[in-house]
């Protein structure tokens, strides 16, 4: 079940269909809240899912 994935792997599966797959270096965590929103509409993913990306990409950042 996708919500049980880690955030990395939420990342690396979903974040690269549209587009290169973005560092988390790429942006500040202010930034990624925002991306954050932006791409759980593109990428159609749950609140759930978007979170533990964006997590992700603040923890690794
Ligand atoms: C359904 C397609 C799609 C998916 C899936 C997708 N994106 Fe995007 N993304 C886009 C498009 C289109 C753009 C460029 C237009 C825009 O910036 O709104 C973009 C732009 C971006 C940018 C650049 C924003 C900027 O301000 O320069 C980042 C960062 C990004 N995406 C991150 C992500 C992350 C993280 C994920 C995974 C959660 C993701 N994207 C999944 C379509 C997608």
Do not use: Y
Request: net charge negative.
């Amino acid at each position: 079940m996708i919500a049980q994935k880690p955030g990395a792997q939420l990342w690396g599966e979903n974040c690269i269909r549209c587009h290169n797959l973005p560092s988390p270096t790429d942006f500040n965590d202010v930034q990624w809240a925002t991306i954050g929103l932006h791409m759980e509409d593109r990428a159609s993913l749950t609140e759930t899912e978007a979170e533990k990306i964006i997590d992700f990409m603040k923890s690794a950042n």
